[in-house]
């Protein structure tokens, strides 16, 4: 590990670094994302933390989780006059904005706000870290988590059904998915269950 890395505090838990790991460099693989080494570390360690804690959401005062609308958390950023905490600000945004997107896609399509609008946040909030860090090789980190932010959304997907359990109702849920936006990583799920992309086949198989 570097010191760049100790210093941005992207420290990993030993046991689930290498489970991580090999999760992103399969589904960059499927996905065919290629990312510097510096961001497929963060990208792990950014798994590791919103997996293994409750860093997702925020509390409210009796200790219970909330979702904080990401415009908001943006106003907030942008209003804070201290660089190091404005930084950090802009970073969490970014990092729930792709992890969000990734992970709870299927919710997302019944939302108000659709995909578009945590792809726009995130990718935003990556460059105003980005704009924000000295270090070269963070910048460069945080450049590239911006500029290739939906990418990094269809890796966290790809993740997201490959982790799935292949149940039923998963199953159900998955075609759903499939059936409403035609998704190719939906269809390739299906089609590793043994069931086809055919809408008649899939609702009789089903059943």
């Known amino acids: 590990m570097t010191d760049n890395s100790k210093k941005a505090g992207l420290t990993l838990v030993t046991q689930p670094q290498e489970y991580f790991r090999e999760l992103v460099t399969e589904s960059m693989g499927r996905q065919n994302v290629v990312a510097a080494p510096e961001t497929e570390f963060y990208l792990v360690n950014l798994l590791n933390q919103f997996m293994t804690t409750d860093r997702l959401y925020a509390t409210d005062s009796e200790g219970g989780h909330k979702e904080e609308a ?35 896609h299927e919710r997302l399509s019944r939302k108000l706000v659709d995909l578009d609008y945590y792809v726009g946040m995130g990718g935003t909030a990556y460059k105003h870290v980005a704009a924000r860090e000295e270090e070269r090789s963070l910048r460069s980190t945080y450049l590239e988590l911006a500029d290739k932010f939906s990418d990094f959304v269809e890796v966290f997907a790809d993740m997201s059904c490959k982790t799935a359990a292949k149940t039923e109702k998963d199953l159900l849920r998955i075609y759903d998915l499939w059936v409403r936006t035609k998704s190719d990583r939906a269809a390739k799920t299906l089609q590793e269950a043994g069931i086809l992309t055919n809408p008649t086949t899939i609702k009789r198989s089903l059943q």
């Open 70 to 104: 990401l415009v908001l958390l943006m106003k907030e950023a942008l209003d804070t006059p201290e660089p190091t905490a404005q930084r950090a600000m802009f970073r969490y945004v970014g990092d729930v904005s792709l992890y969000f997107a990734g992970f709870f």
